[in-house]
């Protein structure tokens, strides 16, 4: 079966620190992954989504970079982090096609102060 | 601009009642329509989706009603629980090229017993 595991569960940084959070899928191999922001009680929108190994397309700037060293493995991270970032972090992941079953995470609550 | 629109932020029905959550969008080019289900503090998971293709989409309580001329949709949940108490994204993507999926602004639906 396949999983999903985001990490931390939360997180609370000072404005201006720097910011990494993870995500792992077991159980899938050449998953699609994504990363979504959700504001507090909010829409989600679509940051990043990756196919491949390497490869990383970004969907909206928010001062935020994503990487995929390796094929279960999604990283979100920023060197500076803004107040505009604290919300619910959330990684996906899809199988091989396009508009297909999106699988998400139990998500990242950060609070930045 | 929204892209997908929600018109209730919150709905509240009695157990047993039937929950209608609306839907609509702007792209004609939007050809999946997924509904997910999110509850406090987790991830978001699929309930039902529908192609443009068709005007309607049954699963158990949960009906999806697909008016692609009017561009709205809409969900209904017969025989509502309060265990169907959530917030409810509309989302929409279009098949050709395109791994972005845009989320409505979500309906908080609360089931009262």
């Known amino acids: 079966a396949q999983t999903i595991h985001q990490w931390p569960v939360a997180e609370i940084k000072a404005v201006g620190s720097p910011l990494s959070l993870g995500c792992t899928i077991k159980g899938k191999s050449s998953p699609n992954l994504y990363w979504y922001w959700q504001a507090t009680g909010g829409t989600l929108q679509q940051l990043f989504y990756?196919?491949?190994?390497?490869?990383v397309e970004s969907v909206v700037q928010l001062n935020l970079s994503a990487s995929r060293p390796k094929d279960d493995q999604f990283i979100l991270s920023t060197e500076k982090l803004l107040l505009s970032h604290s919300g619910f972090y959330l990684c996906?992941?899809?199988?091989?096609?396009?508009?297909?079953?999106?699988?998400f995470g139990h998500g990242t609550k950060l609070s930045v102060l | 601009q929204q892209q997908v629109r929600q018109s209730s932020q919150s709905l509240t029905v009695w157990e047993g009642e039937t929950a209608i959550l609306n839907c609509s969008y702007e792209n004609s080019a939007f050809d999946y329509f997924p509904w997910y289900q999110q509850f406090p503090g987790e991830g978001p998971a699929l309930l039902i989706a529908?192609?443009?293709?068709?005007d309607k989409k049954e699963d158990g309580r949960f009906t999806i009603f697909f008016n692609k001329r009017e561009k709205n949709l809409s969900l209904h949940i017969k025989d509502s629980q309060p265990g169907d108490s959530a917030t409810y994204f509309c989302a929409a993507s279009a098949s050709s090229g395109s791994w972005q999926l845009i989320f409505g602004s979500g309906t908080q639906l609360t089931v009262m017993p």
């Open positions: 990756s196919i491949t190994v390497g490869q």
């Open positions: 529908i192609r443009s293709v068709s």
């Open positions: 996906a992941w899809s199988l091989g096609t396009e508009n297909e079953r999106l699988f």
